[in-house]
Nanobody, 121 residues
Framework: VQLVESGGGLVQPGGSLRLSCAAS????????IAWFRQAPGKEREGVSC???????TDYADSVKGRFTIGRTAKNMVYLQMYTLKPEDTAVYYCAADYSSSSLRPNDYDYWGHGTQVTVSS
């Protein structure tokens, strides 16, 4: 079971990025997938998740209205980020869990290695 994130990079404040989470070894549709991020010196925090049961989504208050999570037909989950702010700068991770649907890192069993997002002018 492997998760691989892509799409990170350097973007100016107000810009957009789309992160992708690809899986090998299992079908993402059957798993709850979440995005987390961790900035230097800070704890890992939940950003968004999408449930395997009914496709319901959840977002951290700090990203509501700016980020969108979704699934694609190619066994991938994306995180579309708009109106990026410097405080969004972090390493972004996707994670998978078979049962939970939460934004708590401890609930997730499988993790990717992360992709860096830097928001700076």
């Amino acid at each position: 079971v492997q998760l691989v994130e892509s799409g990170g990079g350097l973007v100016q404040p107000g810009g957009s990025l789309r992160l992708s989470c690809a899986a090998s070894g299992f079908t993402l549709d059957y798993w709850t997938i979440a995005w987390f991020r961790q900035a230097p010196g800070k704890e890992r925090e939940g950003v968004s998740c999408i449930s395997s049961d009914d496709g319901s989504t959840d977002y951290a208050d700090s990203v509501k209205g700016r980020f969108t999570i979704g699934r694609t037909a190619k066994n991938m989950v994306y995180l579309q980020m708009y109106t990026l702010k410097p405080e969004d700068t972090a390493v972004y991770y996707c994670a998978a869990d078979y049962s939970s649907s939460s934004l708590r890192p401890n609930d997730y069993d499988y993790w990717g290695h992360g992709t860096q997002v830097t928001v700076s002018s």
